[in-house]
């Protein structure tokens, strides 16, 4: 039997937010046991004038591939109808991407496995957060320093002081 390796995968949502989250959440349930589910933070849109998000982090342990987990990911937002290809800077009913896999390392790759680390994770407040909410002690891959400690460093940077984040009291 293959090892279970654990995976995050940011949420977000500017577009029916509560209740795209809150299904978004529910499908992931249909793919993945004991999922553990971050508060739900609110944040401006960066980029581009739009509502602001709902963004979050789940976490799970899984022995599908990372490919597979993509997939899924990519499968969601469809059901929520995402186009397979949106500009970067727009509202969206769903984003799901995967953080963290495990402790991998790696580009980008052309078939569809995304960056990871993903870099959104010590650039975005509404990444950064919500992942060391769940996992304060993990070791970020690259940088060698907890979660926990690379939040409070962001809090101090000039990136961390003009992204606001408001904690919602998100209704399951």
Not at 138 to 164: C, D, I, M, Y
Request: one cysteine or more.
């Amino acid at each position: 039997m293959e090892k279970l390796q654990q995976v995050s995968i940011g949420i977000g949502s500017n577009i029916n937010r509560e209740q795209n989250i809150r299904k978004a959440v529910q499908y992931l349930t249909k793919f993945y046991q004991q999922i553990k589910v971050s508060p739900v933070y609110e944040s401006e849109a960066l980029g581009f004038s739009g509502p602001p998000f709902f963004n979050l982090v789940v976490s799970f342990l899984t022995n599908d591939s990372l490919l597979t987990v993509q997939e899924h990911c990519k499968e969601i937002e469809q059901q929520f109808g995402k186009p397979s290809e949106t500009e970067k800077y727009c509202s969206r009913t769903l984003d799901l991407d995967v953080l963290l896999y495990a402790d991998l390392v790696q580009p980008a790759k052309p078939n569809g496995e995304p960056e990871l680390p993903r870099a959104e994770v010590l650039t975005s407040a509404f990444v950064l957060k919500p992942l060391a909410d769940l996992h304060p002690l993990h070791v970020h891959p690259v940088e060698k320093e907890t979660l926990q400690n690379l939040w409070q460093q962001f809090l101090h940077s000039e990136a961390g002081q003009r992204q606001a984040l408001n904690t919602v009291a998100f209704r399951w």
